[in-house]
């Protein structure tokens, strides 16, 4: 069972210097990134947590000088959650919002957190799809938000990741390390270009597909792929497509070349989801 340490951003450390300089003696601060919130002990070294961690004020300081860090909490030291991909070429990073995190992709947000946070982004997506049930392929694991949501309704779900440098990132994010936890999901390590080759016949019952921008897997958008995806998923089931904002110039054009090929694939009933950058289609 994976079990997240005190994981903190500048948000709660913020807080807590705030509550030493007005000289308070506890403070409440989440403890998990924004999902729950627990009593601390606040004394001339530093702050005491529940089970006796004990986090120095230079380090509560550090960490609240970098608003673009995550920093996991243990009794060997603090570290930020961020991870070099030997395999890629590409730092993965935890990156705080107000809510649940996302991750930094070499700089690059893998949400959408404007307006927004990457929980409420992935149950735009899952709304879109509509009901969730059966089996469910999430195409691109990322930091498992979509997995673990889709969980909470499907029969079960199977989900598949490039990089396993990203899952060395979900097993440090309290909003995710439950993935490998879930009894009703599958993970995996892959590319699934590949991978969905080896799945039978209509084996799902709905897919959601978010893939990483086009110009760095374009393989994910191509009509091979589409055709993958169209064979393993059964006659009536239903595909989200995320793709981007659709209002800016380039994703409007890869939109337009997304409903193309789904509709080449075979694809019915091809509608745009604005809402959830993306589109919806029906086999």
Request: one cysteine or more; aromatic letters at 8%; hydrophobic letters at 40%.
């Given at each position: ?14 807080s807590l210097l705030a509550a030493r300089r007005q000289q308070a003696t506890r403070t409440q601060i989440s ?80 949400h959408r957190i404007k307006e927004t946070d990457p929980h409420q982004d992935t149950l735009s ?159």
């Amino acid at each position: 069972m994976y079990t997240c340490p005190v994981t903190l951003s500048y948000h709660a450390a913020s807080s807590l210097l705030a509550a030493r300089r007005q000289q308070a003696t506890r403070t409440q601060i989440s403890p998990d990134l924004n999902r729950t919130l627990i009593d601390v002990e606040l004394g001339e070294e530093g702050v005491r947590f529940t089970g006796g961690l004990l986090l120095a004020w230079t380090e509560v300081e550090d960490i609240a000088e970098d608003d673009a860090g995550c920093y996991a909490c243990t009794a060997e030291g603090v570290y930020k959650i961020q991870i070099f991909s030997e395999e890629l070429q590409r730092v993965y990073t935890l990156y705080p919002t107000a809510g649940a995190p996302t991750m930094l992709i070499s700089g690059i947000p893998m949400h959408r957190i404007k307006e927004t946070d990457p929980h409420q982004d992935t149950l735009s997506k899952l709304r879109a799809l509509g009901r969730i049930r059966g089996r469910v392929l999430d195409t691109c694991t990322g930091l498992g938000y979509t997995a673990l949501a889709a969980a909470a309704h499907a029969d079960h779900v199977t989900t598949v990741e490039l990089d396993p440098a990203v899952h060395a990132i979900i097993q440090q994010n309290p909003w995710s390390c439950a993935l490998f936890d879930a009894p009703n999901l599958t993970t995996s390590i892959g590319d699934v270009a590949e991978v969905i080759e080896a799945y039978p016949d209509q084996a799902f019952d709905a897919i959601l597909h978010d893939p990483p921008m086009f110009s760095l897997a374009g393989e994910l958008y191509s009509l091979a792929f589409y055709h993958q995806i169209y064979r393993v998923l059964r006659k009536g089931g239903r595909l989200f497509h995320y793709i981007g904002n659709p209002e800016s110039r380039s994703g409007a054009t890869v939109t337009r070349g997304v409903l193309k090929r789904l509709s080449e694939a075979g694809f019915q009933r091809l509608q745009d989801r604005p809402q959830a950058f993306g589109v919806t289609a029906v086999k």
